[in-house]
């Protein structure tokens, strides 16, 4: 194996042999991310961390170059996300208004609503409510922005958050986040539990899932973003009320 620190001829090898492999990560990623993200983006994004992980390797490592270069890569793709806007406004305001519905509904029902109820409270019929999850794919259940909420000053994932200095999402994920969030996931309607599994722990894009589930693909990806917004929901009424 080569490693960065040899001849310039060396790197340029594993840049050729691996090049093949951000494209391949990106177009994972592409597939469980709104067509408003362009795959192009992602891919230089992912080259430049694949040339980060050329300069910074090492045999002594003790990994293969490749499983290195793969978490690079990754990685530089998912902060060129982070760094752009690139899910709208208005998506996110639709996604906050179902958010916001499922939790008076939950509160007001003792379980969670189902698609009908949450439709009803957004005065819309199914279908416009169908639709409306399928135009936001690819809604997060974090976003960096999270933790700076313009109007209040403080977001409810401050409330999971107890060492601001360091990362913020690495910090929630080693607290009570982390336990909130498996209780949230426990919560969910069995369906949108178990596309949560294949989607996250399986890896499977949403053309794979909709064949396991034996759905479409444009119904899985409706699923998904309400799954999302009723883990939202749930988090942020477990950190007003305490119950961690």
């Known amino acids: 194996m080569y490693t960065a620190h040899g001849k310039k001829d060396q ?10 492999l951000v494209k ?45 270069a793969a978490q690079r890569i990754r990685g530089a793709m998912l902060d060129e996300l982070r760094s752009s ?9 639709n996604m906050r208004d ?16 189902t698609e009908n109820d949450v439709a ?3 005065n819309m019929s199914l279908a416009e409510y169908h639709e409306m999850l399928g135009d936001c794919s690819g809604h997060q259940l974090i976003y960096y922005e999270d933790f700076h909420e313009a109007d209040s000053g403080e977001h409810f994932l ?7 200095d360091n990362d913020p999402i690495k910090g929630l994920l080693i607290g009570d986040f982390k336990d909130a969030l498996i209780g949230a996931i426990d919560s969910l309607p069995e369906r949108e539990k178990i596309l949560l599994g294949l989607y996250y722990e ?22 998904h973003s309400q799954a999302v917004a009723r883990l939202r929901a749930n988090l942020r009424e477990k950190s007003w009320t305490g119950a961690v």
């Not at 790197?11 to 093949?20: G, R, Y």
């Not at 401050?158 to 601001?164: A, I, L, N, V, Y």
């Not at 894009?205 to 409706?222: F, P």
Request: aromatic share 6%; proline share 4%; glycine share 4%.
């Open 11 to 20: 790197k340029d090898v594993l840049l050729d042999q691996h090049a093949i």
């Open 24 to 68: 391949k990560l990106a177009y994972q990623l592409k597939a469980k991310l709104p067509p408003s993200v362009e795959l192009d983006d992602l891919i230089q994004a992912g080259m430049m961390g694949l040339l980060d992980a050329v300069n910074r390797y090492e045999d002594t490592h003790g990994a293969q170059f490749e499983t290195y």
């Open 85 to 93: 806007d690139w899910l709208p406004r208005s998506i996110r305001k």
């Open 98 to 113: 179902v958010e916001n519905a499922i939790s008076q509904l939950e509160q007001q029902l003792g379980q969670s609503p």
């Open 120 to 122: 009803k409270k957004l």
């Open 158 to 164: 401050d409330r999971f958050q107890t060492d601001h």
């Open 202 to 223: 399986q890896e499977l894009n949403l053309k794979e899932i909709g064949a396991v589930m034996s759905v479409s693909e444009s119904r899985v990806c409706q699923l």
